[in-house]
Structures are given as structure tokens and as C-alpha cells.
């Protein structure tokens, strides 16, 4: 048991960069090589050197934009097209411009892509238009390298501390953020000038069909507290209707990983075995095409392998169970399930909040500024869609460069003490009592109740009795959650950024009064797109009643034109069944 201890203690620094799994270690090494000088302290939840989505490693680069394959302009038109056209394009054609430079760099720090015979990037063809996934065959390496780059850089890290709210100073702009040691209880307040919010997705929004409350596509820790301080703080959070929902492996809830499948023949199939969408890249479309197979009796739906040289699955077995999750490779052997001989099974996730896979993300302009001054945000809790994995890094690179400039222009913002004494009160009020529910308990409650009403095809009253419901075990939450050790109050903890990021999702969703982004706000009572309406963002902020407020933002111009003809191209993925037959 990890006891709870009191204690509060106090540093400062120049820039605090919160969450370090993939972007967080980017923004601190850039910024400190950019001002060797500077002050810079990473904090984590867990521990930097396997923390984050990818702690055991990864595939490849999913959105790289490489010369020769693809250019910025091509890339940019693609995500527009991807994300319905709601993108502000400038921060999409900022990380297209810079990524290949950090791919460069990931490469010198001994991070091996694949290349082909004459030396140059094999890259393979998976999205509908372009070429940009880019293979690691050592990318179980990645944390290793990153850790070494951030003792180098003298990176100040601190593990084991989850940062609970923000601290704004009376100005508004950021002043710090408090945290909490897992393993003691023990505050700390950390004084800052700029912070990077780098906390990953919301990916313990739904509950898996498993019933395990960790059983989540998304690395576990991430609870979506990164979308709930900045929420608290002040901050604008854009199109958190775009849900996250994945084609996964039944049971197991990882990827299946077409993407790395595909360039070798791999498809995804329905239960006749015959393909039924073109294109295995990940949209809003896809997953819509996905769930109207399952609806039409023709599932399951399968990844499908077995038509392929047993060499070849081979190949893709020694990726698929080496590199991102080697517990898939002792799934499929503990079910029997042989590559060569069966289709693998799959089935549609949970929902979360993502902007590396969809676009619900704290709202963030091309320098990674969030609306809250000194606040940045970068990787899958910031508004850049389709971001992914490079996309963090890029967008982590922007973060510390910009902020350690930000932070020569200005001084400590003062905040007001009592703002730290109400949230010591708020966060140890689990530990209070003499007995009560326990966090697991209300987790399961608020996250079952996600799947119930607000899994799409979205329904209006669904969402408005998910509102009422979710009030209730707030309620709950509020005087009966009890923690016995630290490591419960953090669970505490992680359940009350779990019920912000469900309010939010309702609330975001009983705006946008349309369908857009395919199955991610499929609107039951509003069929299809509303373009005269809502071609738009949606910005959620926390109104004066302390509740989700919900306004609407124009689409910043375009840098680069969509022809009316290219604007549907991921809308016409369905193959017929005569081209099937083909
Ligand atoms: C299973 C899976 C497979 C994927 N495969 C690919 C792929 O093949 N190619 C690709 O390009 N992309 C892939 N992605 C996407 C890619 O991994 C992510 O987009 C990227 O890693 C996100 O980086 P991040 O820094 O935003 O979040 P993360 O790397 O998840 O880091 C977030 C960090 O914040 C910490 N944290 C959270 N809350 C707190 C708190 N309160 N206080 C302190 N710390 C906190 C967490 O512990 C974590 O370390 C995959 C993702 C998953 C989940």
C-alpha cells in the first residue's frame, strides 16, 4: 500500500512540459537546445523511460512527408480532405514542412527507418491519395533513444508526479501547474513561465467490450486529464464530437494494424472474405463503412491474411509481434489463431477523445499556442488532425522552440495562493472519508454509461439522459469516492478527468446539429454534412456556470485550394459487390 503522506513543496522554472511520453520529450530536448540556459522540467505520470503510446515501441511513421513521395501541399490537401474539410490548415502545413527534418533527426539518434535498395526511404502507400507510411523495423528502440537524448540535453525529469489543474495568474495567463506524487500524495507546485501540455488522448473515455477498465487502445495512464486542466484553466478545446473509434482486434483491443499488413496484400474483409473498402487508412468514412458491414449481417469483419505466401505472412508476423505490442503474437497463439490459415477477427473500439487519429484536440494555432497565453499544447491532446506519431514529435519540436522564446519575454505570472490550498482540498477529499465507493467502482459506472449513450450512431436523447446520468455520479464522486492509499488517488483522480472529458463528449455532440466525419458524429436526427451551417469548428470552453459552454469558430482561409471534385474523395471508399467480384 502506498501510504499517503502530506507534504507540499515549491520549484520553479522556465518552461514545464507535462506528459513525457512522445511530444513531451521532443519540447523539452528542442527547447533546451535551442537555450541551453533555459530552465526546463519534464514531469510524468508514470516513468519517462516507458511511458506514453509508445512505451514498448512502434510500427513506423504513419504520416510522413518525405521528398520524392509526397510534398506539404499534397499532405495538407489530403488531411483536409481526411477531416471533412474542418481544419485550419496553416498548423497541418507547418508539421508537413518540418517533419521530414525531425524524421532527419530521430534517424541520428539511432532510430532505423526502412530504406530500400538504393539507400533511400521505402515508403508505402496506405491513405487514399498519397504515400506517406514510413516502416521501423527497430522501433522498439524509440524510448531508449529518446532517453538518451534527454539526459544529454540535462532535461530536469521528474516521474511518478501526475499534474492535477493549472495555475493562471491574474491576467489569465499560465502561471504553473500542481501535482500530486503517486506513490506519496506529497504536492508539489510547480512555478512556471511557459508549460506544454503533452498528456496524450482521453483513452479511458468508453469501456472496452472486454470490461477491462485498462484494456483501452490508448496507453492506459492517459485518463484525459491533459483535455480536463486545460478545460479548467480557461482554455478552448475544438470538435471534441470527432470522436476517436478504431477497427481493433476483438478481445485483444490493439490495433490490427492494416497499415502494416496492407503494403504486403493484407485487407480488411468481411465475413465472405471479400474486401469492401478500398482504402484501410483510418477516417471517420472508414469506420462508418466499417460498422454499415457489421449492420448488413455480412460480419464479422476481418483482417484478412490467409490468401498470402506463408513467407510473406511471416514478414508481417515478425513486425506485428515484435515491435509495437508482443502481446498480440501470444494472444493469437494462446487462440489458435494462425495467420496463414485463419482471418483474424476485429471489431469497432470504444470512443475517445485523439487528434493523432481524428481531430478532438485542445484548440492550438501553428506555433502550438493554445487560447490561454503561455499555454501551449502538442501531440494527441492538440487540435492538429490525423497527427500520429511524427506528428507529436513535429508538433513537440514547435512547442519548446516557441515557448522558450516566449518565456525570455516575460516573468512569472503570480497566481493566487488560495487557488492551491482549494485544490490540495478538492484532491485529498477521497482520502477523507471513513468509507465509501471506491474509484474503480465510479469509473466503471461513468465509462459503461459512456457506451450506452454516447457510442454513435448518436442519438439526442441518449446524450441529453447521458448528461443526467453522469450528473448523478458526479454527485457520487463528489461525496462518497474513497481512496485508501495513493495509488487510489490517483485512480480518484484519473476518474474525475474521466467525467469532464464524458461531459464534454455530450455536450460537443448535442451542438453540431449535423453528421460530419462519418461514424465519429454520425447525428441519428441529422443525416449528413450541413455545409451553410457548420462548416465550422466547434470550440467548447468552460462557461460561467462552471458547465461545458459551446460556440462556433470559422475555418481559417485556405493555403491550399480543394477542388469541389477532390472534396468527397474519402466519402467514395465502398467497393460494390460487382467490383468485389472482379
Ligand atoms: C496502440 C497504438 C498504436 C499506434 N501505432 C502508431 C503507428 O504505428 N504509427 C504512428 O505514427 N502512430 C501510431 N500511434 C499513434 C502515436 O503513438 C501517438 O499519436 C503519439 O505517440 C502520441 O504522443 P503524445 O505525446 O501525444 O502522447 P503519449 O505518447 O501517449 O504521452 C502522453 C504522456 O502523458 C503522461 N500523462 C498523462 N496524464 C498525465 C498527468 N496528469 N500528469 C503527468 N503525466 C501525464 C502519460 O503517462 C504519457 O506518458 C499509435 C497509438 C497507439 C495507442
Known amino acids: 500500500m502506498d501510504e499517503i503522506r502530506s507534504g507540499l513543496s515549491e520549484v520553479q522554472c522556465d518552461v514545464l512540459v507535462i506528459g513525457g511520453g512522445t511530444a513531451g520529450p521532443m519540447a523539452a530536448i528542442k527547447a533546451r537546445k535551442k537555450d541551453p540556459k533555459a530552465n526546463v522540467i519534464l514531469l510524468e505520470k508514470a516513468n519517462v523511460k516507458r511511458s506514453g503510446a509508445i512505451s514498448m515501441g512502434m510500427d513506423g511513421l504513419n504520416n510522413s512527408v518525405i521528398p520524392g513521395y509526397a510534398t506539404p501541399e499534397q499532405y495538407t490537401k489530403e488531411i483536409t480532405i481526411a477531416n471533412d474539410g474542418i481544419?485550419?490548415?496553416?498548423?497541418?502545413?507547418?508539421?508537413?514542412?518540418?517533419?521530414?527534418?525531425?524524421?532527419?533527426?530521430?534517424?541520428?539518434?539511432?532510430?532505423?527507418?526502412?530504406?530500400?535498395?538504393?539507400?533511400?526511404?521505402?515508403?508505402?502507400?496506405?491513405?487514399?491519395?498519397?504515400?506517406?507510411?514510413?516502416?521501423?523495423?527497430?522501433?522498439?528502440?524509440?524510448?531508449?533513444?529518446?532517453?538518451?537524448?534527454?539526459?544529454?540535453?540535462?532535461?530536469?525529469?521528474?516521474?511518478?508526479?501526475?499534474?492535477?489543474?493549472?495555475?493562471?495568474?491574474?491576467?489569465?495567463?499560465?502561471?504553473?501547474?500542481?501535482?500530486?506524487?503517486?506513490?506519496?500524495?506529497?504536492?508539489?507546485?510547480?512555478?512556471?513561465?511557459?508549460?506544454?501540455?503533452?498528456?496524450?488522448?482521453?483513452?479511458?473515455?468508453?469501456?472496452?467490450?472486454?470490461?477491462?477498465?485498462?484494456?483501452?487502445?490508448?496507453?492506459?495512464?492517459?485518463?484525459?486529464?491533459?483535455?480536463?486542466?486545460?478545460?479548467?484553466?480557461?482554455?478552448?478545446?475544438?470538435?471534441?464530437?470527432?470522436?476517436?473509434?478504431?477497427?481493433?482486434?476483438?478481445?485483444?483491443?490493439?490495433?490490427s494494424c492494416a497499415y502494416v499488413a496492407g503494403p504486403f496484400g493484407g485487407y480488411t474483409a468481411n465475413n465472405e472474405g471479400n474486401r469492401f473498402i478500398e482504402c484501410d487508412y483510418w477516417s471517420g468514412q472508414m469506420m462508418q463503412e466499417f460498422y454499415n458491414e457489421l449492420q448488413s449481417g455480412k460480419g464479422p469483419v476481418f483482417l484478412k491474411l490467409n490468401h498470402l505466401a506463408p513467407e510473406t505472412v511471416s514478414e508481417i508476423e515478425r513486425v506485428l509481434h515484435i515491435v509495437e505490442r508482443p502481446t498480440r503474437g501470444r494472444f493469437h497463439a494462446n487462440r489458435g489463431t494462425d495467420y496463414k490459415e485463419t482471418m483474424i477477427e476485429m471489431h469497432i473500439s470504444e470512443i475517445g477523445f485523439c487528434s493523432g487519429h481524428s481531430a478532438s484536440g485542445v484548440y492550438v494555432d501553428e506555433f502550438a499556442r493554445t487560447t490561454v497565453p503561455g499555454l501551449y499544447a502538442a501531440g494527441d491532446m492538440a487540435s492538429v488532425p490525423h497527427n500520429y506519431m511524427l506528428g507529436a514529435f513535429t508538433n513537440g519540436a514547435v512547442a519548446g522552440e516557441h515557448a522558450v522564446d516566449f518565456v525570455k519575454e516575460v516573468n512569472f505570472a503570480d497566481y493566487d495562493p488560495a487557488a492551491i490550498t482549494a485544490e490540495q482540498e478538492r484532491v485529498l477529499a477521497p482520502t477523507k472519508r471513513e468509507d465509501g465507493i471506491p474509484p474503480n467502482q465510479i469509473e466503471y459506472k461513468i465509462r459503461r454509461l459512456v457506451n450506452d449513450y454516447l457510442q454513435p450512431p448518436k442519438v439526442t436523447r441518449k446524450m441529453e439522459l447521458a448528461q443526467k446520468r453522469f450528473a448523478e455520479v458526479r454527485d457520487d464522486l463528489n461525496t462518497a469516492m474513497y481512496a485508501r492509499d495513493s495509488h487510489e488517488l490517483m485512480r480518484a483522480l484519473e476518474t474525475q478527468s474521466?467525467?469532464?472529458?464524458?461531459?464534454?463528449?455530450?455536450?460537443?455532440?448535442?451542438?453540431?446539429?449535423?453528421?460530419?466525419?462519418?461514424?465519429?458524429?454520425?447525428?441519428?436526427?441529422?443525416?449528413?454534412?450541413?455545409?451553410?451551417?457548420?462548416?465550422?469548428?466547434?470550440?467548447?470552453?468552460?462557461?460561467?456556470?462552471?458547465?461545458?459552454?459551446?460556440?462556433?469558430?470559422?475555418?481559417?482561409?485556405?493555403?491550399?485550394?480543394?477542388?469541389?471534385?477532390?472534396r468527397d474523395a474519402y466519402y467514395k471508399q465502398r467497393i460494390h459487390a460487382s467490383e468485389a467480384a472482379e
Not at 472529458?501 to 443525416?527: I, K, Q
Open 498 to 566: 474521466i467525467i469532464d472529458c464524458a461531459d464534454m463528449a455530450a455536450a460537443a455532440s448535442l451542438f453540431r446539429t449535423e453528421s460530419r466525419w462519418g461514424l465519429y458524429h454520425n447525428r441519428v436526427e441529422y443525416p449528413g454534412r450541413d455545409d451553410e451551417n457548420w462548416f465550422c469548428h466547434s470550440i467548447l470552453t468552460k462557461g460561467a456556470d462552471g458547465k461545458p459552454s459551446l460556440t462556433k469558430k470559422e475555418i481559417a482561409p485556405y493555403i491550399i485550394e480543394i477542388e469541389e471534385h477532390e
Open 87 to 255: 481544419v485550419d490548415q496553416a498548423p497541418v502545413y507547418k508539421y508537413a514542412q518540418n517533419c521530414f527534418s525531425i524524421i532527419q533527426e530521430l534517424d541520428s539518434y539511432g532510430i532505423r527507418f526502412q530504406k530500400n535498395q538504393n539507400g533511400d526511404f521505402d515508403v508505402k502507400k496506405v491513405h487514399h491519395i498519397g504515400t506517406y507510411v514510413l516502416p521501423m523495423p527497430n522501433g522498439e528502440t524509440v524510448k531508449k533513444a529518446l532517453y538518451r537524448q534527454l539526459r544529454r540535453e540535462r532535461v530536469l525529469i521528474s516521474n511518478r508526479f501526475m499534474a492535477t489543474r493549472l495555475l493562471t495568474g491574474k491576467d489569465g495567463r499560465v502561471a504553473g501547474a500542481i501535482c500530486v506524487n503517486t506513490r506519496s500524495a506529497e504536492f508539489l507546485v510547480i512555478r512556471a513561465k511557459a508549460v506544454i501540455l503533452c498528456m496524450g488522448a482521453a483513452g479511458r473515455l468508453g469501456l472496452p467490450t472486454s470490461g477491462y477498465l485498462f484494456g483501452t487502445y490508448e496507453n492506459a495512464a492517459n485518463s484525459g486529464d491533459g483535455y480536463a486542466m486545460a478545460y479548467h484553466a480557461g482554455a478552448g478545446l475544438a470538435n471534441l464530437e470527432c470522436y476517436q473509434i478504431n477497427p481493433l482486434i476483438k478481445d485483444y483491443n490493439g490495433p
